[in-house]
Structures are given as C-alpha cells and as structure tokens.
C-alpha cells in the first residue's frame, strides 16, 4: 500500500476529508453519556453493534494462549466498546435506557453513581479487559469512574507525545482496537503507541470507506506488521445526518475512485475492517480462518437521504 488515493490524492492529513462530515464535537464534551447516545442513536448509530461478532472472533484468536487480551480502544469515548464486549449490552440497549425519563432528569453525579452500580451488575464475560485512549477528558473520566475501563490515557498524539505515565498504561495492551476514529488520527498516533508495546499487539481497525488507510498500514508495516482486508464485506456506521453530508461524502468517496452503488448511496456510511498482526503471525492463522462476515446493512433503519432521478435530474431525498 502507499499513501495515496486512487487519483493520487495525498491523504497524510485527513482534515480535507473530514469537512465532508458533520461535527459532532459537542457530544463528546459532557460529564455523561446521555447526549451520545441521543443524538448518535437518532441517527441508528450501529458501528459497536455491528462489529460486535468479528471483534470477538479476533479476541478468540488472540487469546489462544488461555490468558484474556487487554485491549487499547483508541477513541473510546464514554466506553461503548468496553461496555457491548464485557457484558450482554448493546449500544441499542444503552441508548433506550438514556432515554428514559427517569435518567434524563437525573444530575450528571447521581448518573455516574447509577451507572457504576448498573454495570457492576451485569455479569462480565471475560472476554478481554479494557484501557481507553480519547481527547476529550469528560469521556475518559466517566468511563473510568463507572468502570467500563480499567484505565485511561486523555491525549492527542497527532500532535503530542505520550508522557511516561500514559506511556505505562498503553504499553500493557495485547490488542489496539477503533471502531471510526481513522480519520481524525492516523498514522501518527499508532506510530507512537507502537514504540511504547511491551508485547506485539494485533489491530483492529474499523474505517470509514471515504479515509484510505494506507498511510496507517505503512506505518505499521515499518514496525513488521501485514495488515488484511475483510474482502466482501463492509460495517454500517450510522445513517447521513442530512442530505449535505451525504452528497459531500458521495463526492469525496467518487474523488478517491471509491463506486457508492449500494452502499453509502443507500443512505448509510459503510467501514471496511483491517486487521494488521506481525508477519509471523498473520502467515501462521490467515484472517479467512478465524474472522466471518457481520453486517448491519438489513437492520430496521429510520429515513436515509438517497438520490431520486427526476426531470430536473439527480435531487436528494429522505426515503422512509
């Protein structure tokens, strides 16, 4: 792979990529996770769900040896990961419960403490355990202080070093997962969590079609790894939150030579799934092995903005 796209658009920096997409930083700024959950699961966010079976396949593999992986969650958020892979939850389930009456009226404090009660309740499956890695403090904070992760690193390493104390707390993970944040950090920060890796980590990485990933794959290449496509299959994320992003997105999937046709012109963002591993590795237990295909793609979905050919030609609409 190198690091361009197929009409040779240079994608090191993602930000040209990302105007195509709306911006959803105000939910990540909040002492609770109420608002994620609101205003993602308007928009039948699904990626956690979705990629739920394959991720569990992978931590099977992985922990061939007996001993239960620990998984880095780059861009973990409020702990969605952590909490659909460590006890019988989902983000739909999550996502009616926030909505409840009775949880919205509730201060942030009084949901922290309710929460760290309501997942202590739930049986843990064990199938790994978590750290998490995010910009934003407030998410770190509540899925640390609820218990969701076992710990958490608050950094940007597209800009910034690891400090030493971060850097003892990412070097522990066995696996590095993402489930949407290629795009807003790239191969900058996997550069950075490498250099510190005790042991040999695999990576999960789940990317929207629009931010080609061959700059990340280089990147773990220099450190020996093989990255693997899922071939024949793709993630649903969520659906266009309005029609401008999803022309703005259809134009960008078009530039890197990407065909839409049914996919993100259906009304939905897709991922594709890579996994990169150490040569040795990956030559041992091919992908095809131990890795089959889940998608979202017939799943009950609210409106989706598709294009309609009409007289006056090609209009966007809402489909119910």
């Known amino acids: 792979m190198d690091n361009t796209g197929r009409l040779g658009i240079v994608i090191d920096d993602y930000g040209e990529i990302n105007t195509a997409k709306a911006n959803f930083d105000e939910i990540y700024v909040m002492d609770d996770p109420r608002s994620y959950y609101s205003v993602l699961g308007g928009l039948d966010y699904m990626i ?3 990629a739920a079976p394959v991720i569990r396949q992978v931590l099977a593999a992985k922990a061939s040896d007996g001993k239960k992986p620990i998984v880095l969650d780059v861009g973990c958020s409020y702990g ?15 996502r009616r419960r926030y909505a409840r009456r009775e949880l919205v009226e509730l201060s942030s404090d009084d949901l922290l403490r309710l929460d760290a009660n309501y997942f202590a309740a739930w049986p843990d499956r064990g199938l790994a355990s978590f750290i998490g890695l995010d910009v934003s403090e407030p998410a770190i904070l509540y899925a640390k202080s609820v218990g969701l992760i076992a710990d958490g690193v608050i950094a940007d390493l597209e800009e910034n070093e690891l400090t030493s104390d971060a850097a003892r707390i990412v070097s522990r993970a066995d696996v590095i997962l993402s489930t949407g944040c290629i795009g807003y950090l790239g191969e900058a920060t996997f550069r950075k969590l490498l250099a510190q890796m005790k042991r040999r980590p695999w990576v999960i ?6 931010f080609p990933f061959d700059g990340v794959a280089h990147a773990l290449g220099e450190h020996g790894y ?25 134009q960008t999937l078009a530039a890197l030579g990407k065909d839409t046709h049914d996919l993100e012109a259906e009304g939905l ?6 996994i990169s591993r150490p040569a040795g590795e990956a030559a041992q237990l091919p992908l095809c092995d131990f890795v089959s295909i889940a998608s979202g793609r017939y799943r009950s ?13 090609k209009l966007v609409t809402l489909e119910p």
């Open 226 to 250: 093989v990255t693997e496509h899922l071939d024949g299959a793709t993630f649903i994320q969520r659906r266009f939150r309005n029609g401008d992003e999803f022309e703005r997105t259809l």
């Open 205 to 210: 990485s789940f990317v929207l079609r629009m």
């Open 48 to 50: 956690p769900d979705v």
């Open 301 to 313: 979905f609210g409106p989706r903005y598709v294009h309609v050919e009409t007289e006056e030609g």
């Open 269 to 274: 963002y897709h991922a594709d799934l890579y």
């Open 80 to 94: 969605i990961n952590a909490a659909v892979h460590r006890f019988p939850l989902s983000f739909d389930t999550l």
